[in-house]
Structures are given as structure tokens and as C-alpha cells.
């Protein structure tokens, strides 16, 4: 049986060592359900990799190498991944990281029931088995940006075979900073000041503050902006030999917070020389992961610093159809177990009217990698009355908006990201919330007042968000040939009125009017076609699930949003079609044809919805080319999708299932009018 390794939910390191030894690797406490509730486990030792058991004491105060215990069965839980065991799952921390975590949080207690809730709400990615907080976890953790777009699963396991010396170096009981607390400070390196000889006493407002105030300001300044503000004003200068502000950096959430020995210390410092003395080049292995590991413990400590907050929620239903927008919902089987690997699942829903008079919307949002997404939302009316509920802190975002019809949203994979109020006048409020790198939807613009809503939450954040109709049918859905622009969700947004989907040609049209299944979209042309005079040349790449990407080519530097459809690596067993158009000379694309194939048998996506088998492009000059991987493709579904005088192919979109193997599965074609067509001349030799 092959060995069974969990990682550290803090550090993100393996807990494990090698056989016979016993270190700060393989000593870890669990965080885990119970019949009393959510408790903290002694300290265990995970010291057989091939039986898999995570095995500690219930008394939070106890060892497994304590006289009397030998480590039974009935204390054994699932870590991480793994199913219940004994009616009990959890997640795992090296005592050392564990430690950290309590002086992370010191002088309060670490919140073990809101940590338990938060941590599951996260993933467990198919290409790891650490829980996924959406970072690297500073090293151990790759991220694959470059292939895989915002919503997909981009994270994969380092291995943890590979000699690392900081990562297997303890964080928290390192010597070399009782060393440090007592060394002789060196002399510090001359300084000279070199500010602009413009700048005077009398046109430095900052000279009017007591020197006392200035540097209660740089206190609370990060370190870098301080030395900035200094270079900017002569009133600033003294900062770098004042021992108070080179004290305040190792306090709490400060950049050098992580040595929090020295605030305790009966030594007298020299601040500066220690702040110095730990700078990047100067630590070693423990002080490296010493810093990395707190700085993972404040992001998780900011994660925790969020409360549920419930006002003034009232509802009262005025129907029972409702039209909703989350991110990709996992569902428990309802008999088995299965991983929770990707998207976030259901804790909690709640209804809720939204107040008459609305004056204003706010939200509040919580950082989980690099992503941002919205925890909880409040409505202000005119008289100042407050309808909030969610998890929330003291920063928060608001918009001034009336007359609500829906709303426009921002949508991970893992929740609600952003929102726009849509009022009655069809006007858009400013974004709030963070709504870069996601796909954007219209499907919640309702058409008439927003009356009622239902909020679906995980244990840290927004995942759902509905909105009841007050009709049986709002009117924006009945304009057919618009229902994939309106219903569907769009990355990087949704498209302009001014391009033509020709939605009627793409077959499975109906499957994306629902649920969370973005849809990509580049436009080759540029706007307008401003382009299409530029282009030379289509490559597609072909893999055996199909087509990962297609590369446009121009005789211009064009911005790269432009010059790519899709973003999967070429790999071993594809291969490039080429295609070149003469743009310069007036060549452009005035039809596609697009092959669906629907298998009898595979998976239930792919016999329900199809996929791309081939296409073919043509030009007006009645060039064509026909991309498929398949010399003969199989049998198939054809959609003939011509551009209208006037009007020209200007871009694609479609959808990928890179997770199974596939490439891109849909392919729909933007045309648009292109002003100034009949500029477009064939200046061809046969023309």
C-alpha cells in the first residue's frame, strides 16, 4: 500500500518524516469534530505513513508520548481529505505551525469553530492533497496562471520527496534568534542626506507637526512608505535613527512581527541594527520559514477576523421561482463519500426582502489568494434603516443606487466576487467588491424591481445569490436571440450589444443559460475590426480532446487579449494547423463551419451537450481551411455560420473541460458590423 501523506493546513508542508525518526515534521495537532463539538486534539505522532492513521489524544494538554498512552484506535479521525473515522474528520497543523498560529492570534484564543467551518469551505485540488486556500503557501504550492484561467483548478502539490532546507526547518523553535536578541549590534552604514534642495522648511507642511506626532504617523506607515516619505520630506529624515519607530516593526502585523521574542525580551536593542540584521539576506533557514509561516498565520488570522452579522432581515415571499447565480456548487452523494476537489458547497441560505427607498447597497469582502470574494451584504433606505446579514468586518464597500431591477455579478468558481445595482433606468452602478479576473453575468437583471432575495453561504463567504421573480416570466428572457448574452456567464465580460453571437448556430446553447459554466470569448478582430487589415495567420493547436487553443498572428503589435482563444500548453501529442490570411490585402473570414459530435456513451456532460470535432474557416476569397485532430472525424453536427453584408467574423467563443482532458468543447462565432466594410477591397492578384 502506498504511503498516505497530509500537509500542514498552515505551512503547507508534508507531515511526515523519515521511518524511526521522531521531529517537528511528523508532530501534529488535529482540528476536528466531535460529540462535544469542535475541539483541539493533543499532540499526535504520525509515524506510519503506510497505515494511514491520524492518531491523538482528545485532552488538547496531552502527547502522544505522554506515561500511560499508546495512541488507540478509538482516537484515531480522517485528516484532511480522508472520510470519518470514529464519526470524526479534521484537519491537521505541525505543533510547531500550531504554536505560531496561537502567537499569531495572542492574546486572544484561536476560534477553533469559526477556523473548522472556514477550512471546509475549501478544496482539496485533484492535483494535490492540501487543502487549497487559494495561495502557494509561499513555495510549497505551484500555480499554473499561464494555462488555466481564474476559475479552473490551477494548483498542484510540490513534491514533498524534494530536499528543501527551509521548508523542513522548524518554524518555530529556532536557535539562531536567541543568538540574535544577544549579539553585539554592528555600526551602522553612513548616511547622507540626499533630498532636493527645493524643498525648505517653509514649503514642507509636515514641519508644522511636533516631531512627536510625525512619528507617531511613521508608526503606522508600512516600512517602505516611510523611507519614501522620508526622501520626499526633510521632516521625515530623523525617522531613521529613531529607536521608537524601528521598535514599532516588530510589533503586531508589522513587517518584522514574526521575531516576536524580541518585544518580549529583557535585552536593551538596538532596533535598527536588529531590523537590519533580519533582513532577507541575512536570515537562515529557520528565520526564512519562521517568516514565511507567520505571514501565512496572519492571512488566516485576517481570514478569522470576519463575524456573522445578522439585521434587520425580514422576508416576505412574493414567489416561488427564483433565478440563481453561484459559483460551481459541490454536492455531497447522498450515500459513499467523494472529495470535495473544486468549487464550494452550501452551509447555509437565507431570505431576504430588500428594503423600498433603497438609498444604498454595501458589501464586504474577505482576500483568499489572489482572489476576492464578497462575505455579506447590507441595504440602507432613505431613512437610514439597515437590512445586513453575512460574515463581516470593518471594512466594507458601498454604492448609492435606487430603484433596483437586479444586478450584474462577478463569479468564481468558489463564489460571488463582485456585484453591480442595475436600477429601473437600466443605469449600472460603480463594481463593488473585486471583480477582476472573473466571469461576469447578466442573468440576475430581472427586468422589474428586485424585491426578495436568497444568499447561500459556505463558512467564510458568499456562494449563491438568487433573486425571486415577481413574474412568471421577467421580459429580458423572452428575447431569444439575446438569452446566452443575458443568461449566460462571460470571462472576461459580458459582450457588447454591437457583436452578433449568432446564438441560434450554437448548439448547446441551453446548457449554458444555467449554473456555473463560463464561457471564454476573444476578439480577434479588435474593436470595430480595427484589426482585421493586421491579420496573417490562425493556428490552431489540436490535442486528442480536442482543440486547446487558437494563436492569432498580425504584422503589428497587437494587445495580447486579442491574439489568443483558449490558453492550454501544446503538448506532446498535438499538433498545430496553420492557416494564413492576408489581411493587408482585404482577406477576412466571411464563414465558419463548426462539427459537433454527440457520443452515445462517455461522460454525462459529453453525451448531453457534444463537443468540438473539426471546424472550417473561409475566407471571401473562397479559401477555406478544415481543422480537426482526426483525418476522418466522427460523425457529426454541422452549423454554417456566414457573416451578413455589411458585417464580418470577428471573434469566438466557447467553453474548455481541461480537468478530464479536454480542450475546448463549445465553439460559438462573434460577428459584428465593421464600419467602413466596403474599405475592406480584395486587392488580391485574382480579385
Request: a negative charge; glycine letters at 10%; charged letters at 20%.
Amino acid at each position: 500500500m502506498s504511503p498516505r501523506i497530509c500537509l500542514c493546513t498552515l505551512c503547507g508542508w508534508a507531515i511526515v518524516d523519515a521511518h524511526g525518526n521522531v521531529s517537528w515534521l511528523n508532530q501534529f495537532h488535529g482540528l476536528s469534530n466531535s460529540p462535544q463539538g469542535i475541539i483541539l486534539t493533543g499532540v499526535g505522532l504520525y509515524d506510519d505513513p503506510g497505515s494511514g492513521a491520524f492518531i491523538a489524544p482528545v485532552d488538547p494538554n496531552s502527547r502522544w508520548d505522554d506515561s500511560g498512552y499508546d495512541s488507540p484506535e478509538d482516537d484515531q479521525f480522517g485528516a484532511m481529505s480522508q472520510g470519518e473515522v470514529n464519526g470524526r474528520r479534521g484537519f491537521v497543523f505541525h505543533e510547531a505551525c500550531w504554536d505560531l498560529l496561537q502567537k499569531a492570534f495572542h492574546p486572544e484564543e484561536v476560534p477553533l469553530s469559526r477556523l473548522f467551518h472556514v477550512c471546509e469551505s475549501l478544496p482539496f485540488p485533484a492535483n494535490g492533497v492540501i487543502i487549497s486556500w487559494g495561495h502557494d503557501y509561499e513555495g510549497p504550492v505551484l500555480i499554473d496562471n499561464e494555462h488555466h484561467f481564474p476559475w479552473e483548478d490551477r494548483f498542484s502539490d510540490r513534491e514533498y520527496m524534494e530536499p528543501d532546507l527551509v521548508l523542513t526547518t522548524n518554524p518555530y523553535d529556532v536557535p539562531e534568534i536567541q543568538n540574535l536578541l544577544i549579539e553585539d549590534p554592528e555600526s551602522p552604514p553612513s548616511s547622507t542626506l540626499s533630498v532636493s534642495g527645493s524643498m525648505t522648511p517653509g514649503r514642507d507642511v509636515f514641519f508644522a507637526l511636533p516631531e512627536e506626532l510625525r512619528s507617531v504617523i511613521a508608526m503606522y506607515l508600512p516600512t517602505v512608505d516611510v523611507l519614501n516619505l522620508r526622501l520626499a520630506s526633510r521632516a521625515f529624515w530623523t525617522m531613521f535613527n529613531n529607536q521608537q519607530f524601528w521598535a514599532s516593526r516588530f510589533r503586531h502585523s508589522s513587517d518584522r512581527s514574526w521575531l516576536f521574542e524580541a518585544r518580549r525580551s529583557t535585552e536593551t536593542q538596538n532596533w535598527r541594527w536588529l531590523y537590519r540584521r533580519t533582513n532577507n539576506l541575512r536570515r537562515d533557514f529557520g528565520l526564512q520559514n519562521r517568516a514565511r509561516v507567520w505571514n501565512l498565520a496572519q492571512k488566516l488570522v485576517d481570514v478569522l477576523d470576519f463575524r456573522w452579522v445578522q439585521i434587520g432581515v425580514n422576508y416576505s415571499p412574493c414567489s416561488d421561482q427564483r433565478i440563481e447565480v453561484s459559483g460551481e456548487m459541490w454536492e455531497q452523494p447522498v450515500a459513499g463519500y467523494s472529495l470535495f476537489d473544486k468549487g464550494c458547497r452550501l452551509f447555509e441560505r437565507h431570505r431576504v426582502t430588500i428594503p423600498e427607498n433603497l438609498s444604498q447597497i454595501s458589501v464586504c469582502s474577505i482576500l483568499l489568494g489572489d482572489i476576492s470574494y464578497v462575505t455579506g451584504l447590507k441595504f440602507t433606505n432613505a431613512a437610514g434603516d439597515i437590512c445586513q446579514i453575512g460574515y463581516w468586518t470593518a471594512s466594507e464597500q458601498s454604492v448609492e443606487t435606487s430603484g433596483l431591477r437586479g444586478f450584474k455579478l462577478a463569479v468564481g468558481s468558489r463564489g460571488i466576487q463582485a456585484l453591480q445595482g442595475i436600477s429601473s433606468k437600466s443605469s449600472t452602478s460603480p463594481w463593488i467588491g473585486c471583480p477582476e479576473r472573473s466571469p461576469k453575468t447578466l442573468r440576475l437583471d430581472m427586468g422589474e424591481r428586485a424585491a426578495d432575495l436568497d444568499i447561500g453561504f459556505d463558512g467564510c463567504k458568499i456562494f449563491s445569490l438568487s433573486v425571486y421573480c415577481q413574474s412568471s416570466s421577467p421580459n429580458r428572457t423572452a428575447q431569444d436571440g439575446n438569452r446566452l448574452r443575458n443568461l449566460g456567464m462571460w470571462y472576461p465580460d459580458v459582450p457588447e450589444q454591437t457583436l452578433c453571437l449568432n446564438e441560434a448556430s450554437f448548439p448547446p446553447r441551453e446548457h449554458y443559460l444555467s449554473g456555473y459554466k463560463p464561457l471564454f470569448w476573444t476578439s480577434f478582430g479588435g474593436p470595430g475590426g480595427i484589426y482585421l487589415r493586421n491579420l496573417t495567420r490562425l493556428s490552431v493547436i489540436w490535442g486528442g480532446g480536442g482543440i486547446r487553443r487558437i494563436d492569432f498572428a498580425y504584422d503589428v503589435p497587437v494587445p495580447s487579449e486579442h491574439r489568443t482563444f483558449g490558453c492550454q500548453a501544446p503538448g506532446e501529442w498535438t499538433k498545430a494547423i496553420d492557416f494564413a490570411i492576408d489581411g493587408a490585402g482585404g482577406e477576412f473570414i466571411k464563414a465558419v463551419e463548426v462539427l459537433h459530435h454527440y457520443p452515445d456513451e462517455g461522460y454525462p456532460w459529453l453525451v448531453e451537450e457534444g463537443t468540438v470535432v473539426a471546424f472550417k474557416a473561409t475566407t471571401n476569397r473562397e479559401r477555406s481551411c478544415f481543422f480537426s485532430f482526426h483525418s476522418d472525424p466522427p460523425s457529426s453536427l454541422p452549423c454554417l455560420i456566414t457573416a451578413s453584408p455589411g458585417t464580418a467574423i470577428t471573434g469566438f467563443y466557447g467553453s474548455q473541460r481541461p480537468h478530464d482532458g479536454s480542450g475546448i468543447t463549445a465553439l460559438g462565432v462573434i460577428s459584428e458590423a465593421i464600419q467602413g466594410m466596403c474599405g475592406l477591397v480584395d486587392v488580391s492578384p485574382q480579385s
